[in-house]
């Protein structure tokens, strides 16, 4: 076999190990990708559960209708979670990113609107709250627009496969009926 053979037999074999190899790759960051994406769905979830939740914790003993006061903590970790939506959700999608950061835009307006809340003149308590509910819902709607960005396999569901209606869940006593 003369060197000129052998130099190509060689070639021919490193090339064809060079391609196992990139295709092995492919496969490991595509399951890196699946798998963050994956994380970045359950983090999702998980941030607008601990939302509601506050949310419902605001609720009290009544609705955001009446006079009776109304819890004013808030979860501080959770404004900033959703404003680091571009980093932290971006395996969901460039619309899913814009919707939290929408969604966490308006979640800022609710918390200092809450803690505004106590300077508030007598007058002007029922304007707030109202302001305060639609906000809530608002939040909610970008939520849910997240949520339909998430392929549908993958979307969490809960009593009966029902999926999550954040609009709702967020609204003004939402989270009672044990909806979270």
């Known amino acids: 076999m003369d060197t000129q053979t052998l130099i190509y037999a060689l070639t021919a074999i490193v090339l064809a190990g060079q391609l196992w190899v990139f295709e092995r790759q492919r496969q490991l960051l595509q399951m890196e990708l699946d798998w963050r994406r ?4 359950a ?18 003993g009544g609705t955001l209708h009446t006079t009776v006061p109304i819890d004013q903590s808030f979860d501080a970790d959770l404004l900033p979670e959703m404003s680091s939506a571009a980093t932290r959700f ?13 969604g966490s835009f308006l979640l800022g307006q609710y918390v200092r609107e809450l803690q505004g809340l106590a300077l508030v003149s007598k007058g002007d308590e029922q304007r707030v709250l109202l302001n305060l509910k639609l906000t809530r819902e608002l939040v909610g709607r970008q939520l849910d627009h997240v949520a ?19 609009q709702k869940l967020c609204s003004d006593g939402g989270t009672r009926g044990g909806a979270v």
């Open 148 to 166: 339909a960005e998430i392929p549908s396999a993958l979307r969490w569901s809960h009593h009966g496969d029902r999926p999550f209606n954040f």
């Open 38 to 41: 994956g994380e970045a769905i």
């Open 43 to 60: 983090r999702f979830y998980q941030l607008c559960i601990r939302l509601a939740s506050n949310f419902g914790r605001a609720d009290g």
């Open 90 to 102: 971006a395996p969901l999608g460039p619309r899913a990113v814009r919707h939290l950061i929408t």
